[in-house]
């Protein structure tokens, strides 16, 4: 519950904070967040997709789904995340001064991975959509 809770808090910045959305994205994403109908559309799927995480829906596809858009941004703030208290000069990627708050996406990384794994064994919070869904 507490990673679908961790990917509602992400949908639902689409909706409140559009603009900083797109700043972010502009930032690390190429700009694939152009503007505030793409954001909203996103954060309605986020929004869907952090319901079925919590009530257990189509585990195989909701876990995989959660793993993947996390993996994206650890992989798109990799520089965020070798240089956590910013010993590497200022220039390029790097901006010389700590981010350590980036490294706490690698233990999310490997929870969302476990529970993808584990998917079978995550019977506390089992839906009606029960395992045959997913």
Known sequence: MALGGFLFLWAIEKFIIPGKVIKLSKKFFFGALDDVTTTYALGAVLTIMSVAFI???YKRWVYLYGFALHAITVI?????IVDPYGLIEKGGLFRGKPEHLFLASIPVLAAFWVLY???DSDTKWRS??????G
């Open 55 to 57: 009530i257990g829906a």
């Open 76 to 80: 798109f703030t990799w520089f965020r």
């Open 117 to 119: 794994v584990m998917r």
């Open 128 to 133: 009606r959509f029960g395992n045959a869904a």
